[in-house]
Every structure is written in structure tokens, then in C-alpha cells.
């Protein structure tokens, strides 16, 4: 394999793909024996993957740079032309589910795909193309937004990233400062954004009637494979969380309050956890990445092949810079098997996170891509694929202090207390979405006052200091996964309680705890969400009793770092 700087991107010619697709099609719906039938299905996974890798390219080299012309129109040309694949794809679902071999692709391949099939075949309606087209156009009207957001702070241009690490600052008057520049440039285009988000909204609902959903709600949890449970298990959820967590991090809060010495905890105050400052990397880009290569050398055989792997073809980029899309996210190239880490370097423990918490998720697409045969059983829905990325967080306590010297112990306690401050504000915004789609016509003026209410229940201790923007229930638009992936979020609240259970599991026997995570990264797609973590020996975060349970162990050891501090 080539350096992922010297892949050759060539635009798809997808007239001769679906040519190809239809011609393997024809193939299987003639084969008179299951070898055949195979044979045909093979050779068109070969061409799907080889078809991936060209839009994976594309995609990951135009969000690193949004104002690169070329890639913006090649990325505009997929998100038109990809979804007129859809009669192919209903296609490709009602040969496997009506093949006279179903039996026995089952028995070699297991029953998950055709299972889903079966549920998805709703969705693959061709009135919907024209929709998906739309909204693949306002998500890039929204990225192009985000992205070409700026502002000269002290001297220096920053971006919505780069405030975030004045917001970290000591001094609390350049922490005030960043955070009204912040907030300033969301309310600079929230009129912008509240129309991209008006027709978004309203897109959302029209494909869900067109299936005959009466909510989008219905639609989102068929659409992400989400089959193992329902809205109602979900407000369960929320309520445990409400429940058992919001008063712990009430009390963190609380704590932090009084370590930093303040009458009140602002908004801008949130983020910096130790009066002295919060622990930040000791190294750059080059010495980061070479600590993550020892690290994951030292963790176990398959992280270390898998590091060396990357480090090799030189898959990451990892700086901030003008015009480059907002975030971090892994992605996988299949034909190639080759993870790609796409992030935002800042200057503060983010940027270490990045290096466990994606790469975790490019471990399991390393991991999982080598051993499942199709690649629709490589990745699992999102709820199982972020214990993947949040757990590699946590079984890399052990060596952070390659990263952060003296100050680990700190950055240590810091973590694993924001990866329980963080579960309320993942269902917060979960629970955004749910109100704002059982009343879709709601003003924007309606949803910041939603936003608003929702605060006081899942973030009762947040005050931004009279800040207008906020104060009316500006926050909600700083999160692009409303925009973009609708109702994820709540997803990486669900996966955090597997992260603590594996990783409670490992401080009791660390072989025990890396034994669990492997299983799961090792399973991929091949198994439903329950039987998922049934199989890697973890607990329905549904079930009464389940949310306290997972996050003792935390609790637990966060008193053990609180002492070391």
C-alpha cells in the first residue's frame, strides 16, 4: 500500500459501477449452486470496496481543507450522484432476502445481514433520493459555515478550536474574554445556521412520512440499525442518568468550584479543572505521535502492528488550520484496510485524547477489517463502535505519562471525571432532538427556549454569566452532530457505560479487561447491539439499576486519582 498522501483519487465512473453491481446481481439471481451465488456477491464487495476507498479519499481531503475547489466539487458530485444508488442497493437487499441460498449464506455469514436487511428495505424507496440529495447539500452549507468561522483574538486568528484553548486559560479574565469571542461567532451566523436547521428539520420529516413513519424519531432509530431497543428504553436511559449521574456531577462541579477558588462556576470556568492550569501534552505533533507507536508497542501485539501500520502510510492529520473542518473522526478506506485520524491539534489534552479515543476506533476497523469477511460486518452502529474509541481512553491511563511528565496525575483525574460530566450533556442534546422533532414546526426562537429548559435538568449547574446568546438557549447550536449525524449523540452516553464497565473490569484484571475490549473489536458488525455486548461479557445499559452499577467503578477511581493530585 502507498502513503495515503500518494493515493491517486480518480473520480468513480458509477455508471459502470451499477453496470458491474447489476451484472454480479444477475449472476446471483441465476447461480445453481451456493459457490455461485457467493462467487457473484464476492465479486461485487470487491468493486463496492474499491468504490470506498475513492470516497473516502475525497471526503477526507476536502474536509481538510473546505476552501480546496477541487475536492469540494468532487465532494458535491458524490453527495449528488451516491444516493441515485439506491435502486441498486434495494436491488442488491431483495436478491440476498429472496435467494433460494439464504440458508446457507446465513450459516457461513450468520443472520445479522439479512436481518437488517429485512428492516432497512423501508428505507431503500427511491422518493427519497431527491431528499437525500437536498440534505447532503445543507450539511455542507452547514460545514462550509463552521469552518470559514474566524476571529483575530490578541493578535492571534483563531477558529472555533483555537478559542477553545484560551478558554483553558489560567487567567480567568483571557478565559471570559475567549468565551465571549466564542459565543460571538456562533451568534454572528445563528441566523445562518437557523435556517440550514429550519430546512434540515423540516427534509427530516418529509423522508419519514414518505416511509410512513408519523416521527422522525421512528426513522433515525431504523436508519442507524438501532433494532434492539426503542424511544421508550432511551427516556429510561435518560432518566437513570438524571438520576444517578447529574448529582455526582453536581458534586464534581461543586468541588471544582472550591479548588479554584470562585463564589460561582461560570460556563468559561467548566473547562479548567486545577487553579494552576490543566495538564497539557509536553510534546508536538512529530513526538506525540512517536509516544502513541511506543505505547500502543507496549499495550499489546495488536495494537502495536496496528500503530505501526499508520505511522507507516501516514494516516492522520492531525493540525488545525484555516478552512479545515471542525472536529476529529476516524474513517476507514476497505478496499485497503487502512483507518485515516482526522483531527483539530489544539495545544491542550484534546490532542491526546484524539490519539486514544480515534484511534481506538481505527483499531477496531484494523482489527475487525482483517477478520470479517464482508465490510457491512467490519463497523457496528455507532452505540457498540464508541466503546471502541472510549475505552482506549481509559486502558491508556497506564502511559499518559509519555504525554503529560510530571502533571499526569492530573490530567488522569481530569479525564475520567469529564467522561462522566459529559453523559448528561450527550442526553441533553439527544433530548433536544426528541422535542424538536414531536413538535417540528417550532420557531427558532422555540428551540433556543427549548435548549434553555433543557439545561435545568440535565445541566442544572451551567451559567454563562449573562451572555445574552446563551442565556436564551444559544448552546445547542455548538454541536455539529445535530446538523449532521442526527440523534448519535446520545450514542456515545450509551457506549461511555460500556467504557466504564471494561474498564472497571481491567482494574480488577487488566488481562481480563483487554480480553473483554478485543472480543468486541474483534466481533465488529457480526452480531446484533445486545448480543454484542453480550459476547464481550457487558450489561444492557437499560436495564433499572444498570446506569449506577457501570458508573461505580468510576466513581471509584476517581477517588483513587483524586488522592494523587
Same mark, same amino acid.
Given at each position: 500500500m502507498e502513503k495515503f498522501s500518494e493515493i491517486k483519487y480518480e473520480r468513480p465512473d458509477l455508471k459502470k459501477f451499477e453496470a458491474y453491481e447489476n451484472a454480479c446481481l444477475d449472476r446471483a439471481e441465476k447461480a445453481e449452486n451456493y459457490d455461485e451465488f457467493k462467487k457473484a456477491l464476492m465479486d461485487g464487495e470487491e468493486a463496492e470496496k474499491e468504490l470506498g476507498d475513492m470516497i473516502q479519499v475525497c471526503y477526507i481531503r476536502s474536509t481538510m481543507n473546505k476552501a480546496d475547489e477541487f475536492y469540494s466539487k468532487e465532494q458535491e458530485f458524490l453527495d449528488e450522484e451516491i444516493p441515485k444508488l439506491m435502486p441498486l442497493n434495494k436491488r442488491h437487499s431483495e436478491v440476498l432476502l429472496n435467494s433460494k441460498f439464504r440458508k446457507e449464506f446465513d450459516a457461513e455469514f450468520g443472520d445479522i445481514i439479512n436481518k437488517t436487511e429485512e428492516k432497512l428495505l423501508i428505507l431503500k424507496n427511491e422518493k427519497l433520493i431527491p431528499l437525500q440529495i437536498q440534505e447532503n447539500k445543507l450539511t455542507e452549507e452547514y460545514s462550509q459555515?463552521?469552518?470559514?468561522?474566524?476571529?483575530?483574538?490578541?493578535?492571534?486568528?483563531?477558529?472555533?478550536?483555537?478559542?477553545?484553548r484560551h478558554m483553558q486559560s489560567?487567567?480567568?479574565?483571557?478565559?471570559?474574554?475567549?468565551? &465571549?469571542?466564542?459565543?460571538?461567532?456562533? *451568534?454572528?451566523?445563528?441566523?445562518?445556521?437557523?435556517? $440550514?436547521? #429550519?430546512?434540515? %428539520?423540516?427534509?427530516?420529516?418529509?423522508?419519514?412520512?414518505?416511509?410512513?413513519?408519523?416521527?422522525?424519531?421512528?426513522?433515525?432509530?431504523?436508519?442507524? &440499525?438501532?433494532?434492539?431497543?426503542?424511544? *421508550?428504553?432511551?427516556?429510561?436511559?435518560?432518566?437513570? $442518568?438524571? #438520576?444517578?449521574? %447529574?448529582?455526582?456531577?453536581?458534586?464534581?462541579?461543586?468541588?471544582q468550584r472550591k479548588r479554584l477558588g470562585l463564589d460561582k462556576l461560570e460556563y468559561y470556568d467548566e473547562q479548567l479543572v486545577f487553579p494552576e492550569g490543566n495538564a497539557k501534552p509536553i510534546g508536538n505533533r512529530e513526538q506525540m505521535v512517536k509516544w502513541a507507536q511506543e505505547m500502543y508497542s507496549e499495550l499489546s501485539p495488536e495494537t502495536k502492528e496496528f500503530f505501526d501500520f499508520m505511522v507507516k502510510y501516514e494516516l492522520f492529520d492531525l493540525e488545525t488550520k484555516p478552512n479545515k473542518h471542525l472536529g476529529g473522526y476516524m474513517t476507514l478506506l476497505p478496499k485497503r484496510q487502512a483507518p485515516f485520524i482526522f483531527s483539530n491539534f489544539n495545544g491542550t489534552s484534546a490532542d491526546v485524547e484524539v490519539l486514544t479515543h480515534e484511534a481506538g476506533h481505527s483499531f477496531e476497523g484494523f482489527v475487525s477489517s482483517r477478520i470479517q469477511p464482508l465490510s457491512s460486518m467490519v463497523m457496528s452502529t455507532s452505540d457498540i463502535d464508541e466503546i471502541h474509541s472510549m475505552t482506549m481512553e481509559h486502558l491508556t491511563y497506564p502511559w499518559m505519562d509519555k504525554f503529560f511528565g510530571d502533571k499526569v496525575h492530573k490530567f488522569r483525574y481530569a479525564?475520567?471525571?469529564?467522561?462522566?460530566?459529559?453523559?448528561?450533556?450527550?442526553?441533553?442534546?439527544?433530548?433536544?432532538?426528541?422535542?424538536?422533532?414531536?413538535?417540528?414546526?417550532?420557531?427558532?426562537?422555540?428551540?433556543?427556549?427549548?435548549?434553555?429548559?433543557?439545561?435545568?435538568?440535565?445541566?442544572?449547574?451551567?451559567?454563562?454569566?449573562?451572555?445574552?446568546f446563551l442565556e436564551k438557549g444559544g448552546f445547542w447550536m455548538q454541536k455539529q452532530h445535530i446538523f449532521l449525524y442526527p440523534f448519535y449523540y446520545v450514542d456515545y452516553a450509551l457506549a461511555q457505560i460500556g467504557a466504564f464497565e471494561i474498564y472497571s473490569k481491567s482494574l480488577k484484571n487488566k488481562e481480563d479487561g483487554w480480553n473483554s475490549y478485543l472480543t468486541l473489536c474483534k466481533m465488529g458488525g457480526s452480531r446484533g447491539y445486545l448480543d454484542l455486548l453480550k459476547g464481550a461479557g457487558l450489561h444492557s445499559p437499560f436495564a433499572d439499576g444498570s446506569v449506577k452499577n457501570a458508573v461505580e467503578g468510576a466513581l471509584n477511581q476517581i477517588k483513587v486519582f483524586e488522592r494523587s493530585i
Open positions: 459555515i463552521a469552518a470559514k468561522c474566524k476571529t483575530n483574538f490578541r493578535g492571534e486568528e483563531c477558529n472555533f478550536y483555537g478559542l477553545l489560567t487567567d480567568r479574565a483571557e478565559r471570559k474574554e475567549a468565551f &465571549e469571542a466564542w459565543s460571538a461567532l456562533y *451568534e454572528s451566523v445563528s441566523g445562518k445556521l437557523d435556517e $440550514v436547521y #429550519d430546512k434540515l %428539520v423540516a427534509l427530516r420529516v418529509q423522508k419519514a412520512e414518505i416511509v410512513g413513519f408519523k416521527n422522525y424519531r421512528e426513522f433515525a432509530l431504523l436508519e442507524s &440499525e438501532h433494532f434492539d431497543y426503542t424511544k *421508550e428504553d432511551l427516556a429510561n436511559f435518560k432518566k437513570q $442518568v438524571i #438520576d444517578i449521574i %447529574v448529582p455526582e456531577v453536581s458534586k464534581l462541579y461543586e468541588e479525564h475520567l471525571t469529564e467522561a462522566l460530566k459529559v453523559i448528561p450533556y450527550l442526553c441533553a442534546v439527544d433530548e433536544f432532538q426528541c422535542r424538536v422533532f414531536d413538535n417540528p414546526t417550532m420557531t427558532a426562537e422555540e428551540r433556543y427556549a427549548t435548549w434553555h429548559d433543557i439545561e435545568k435538568t440535565f445541566l442544572p449547574w451551567r451559567s454563562y454569566d449573562g451572555n445574552a
